[in-house]
């Protein structure tokens, strides 16, 4: 199970870090991505790092404004957010990828959801 933390509410321009910690899984076996969903919308992809951190990927929106990393010695992953944007709004969640080899995108390659964290950011 992963569960993600560290939301809340900023002004645009601002920064948060959230934070995605996991239990009963061995951390390094798999991808960790976070996703956002807002109101009314599908679940959105925002960025991937694969299980030795060595390689990202993101989502055109967000790409130069966040970055995301792990820390498998403590088991979390992390998504810095910068420069934040009202569209940016959304309940954050992170998951652990299906495949530990592939870098994918779509939340049905994903599992172990935990409980989102809310991000608000404000004009």
């Known amino acids: 199970q992963l569960q993600a933390s560290g939301g809340g509410l900023v002004q645009a321009g601002g920064s948060l870090r959230l934070y995605c910690v996991a239990s009963?899984?061995?951390?390094?076996?798999?991808?960790v991505a976070w996703f956002r969903q807002s109101p009314g919308k599908e679940r959105e992809f925002v960025a991937v790092v694969s299980w030795s951190g060595k390689s990202t990927s993101y989502a055109d929106s967000v790409k130069g404004r966040f970055t995301i990393s792990r820390d498998n010695a403590a088991s979390v992953a992390y998504l810095q957010m910068n420069n934040l944007k009202p569209e940016d709004t959304a309940v954050y969640y992170c998951a652990a990828g299906n495949n530990k080899y592939e870098l994918n995108r779509r939340p049905d390659d994903f599992g172990s959801w935990g409980r989102g964290t809310q991000v608000t950011v404000s004009s």
């Open positions: 009963g899984r061995t951390f390094t076996n798999f991808p």
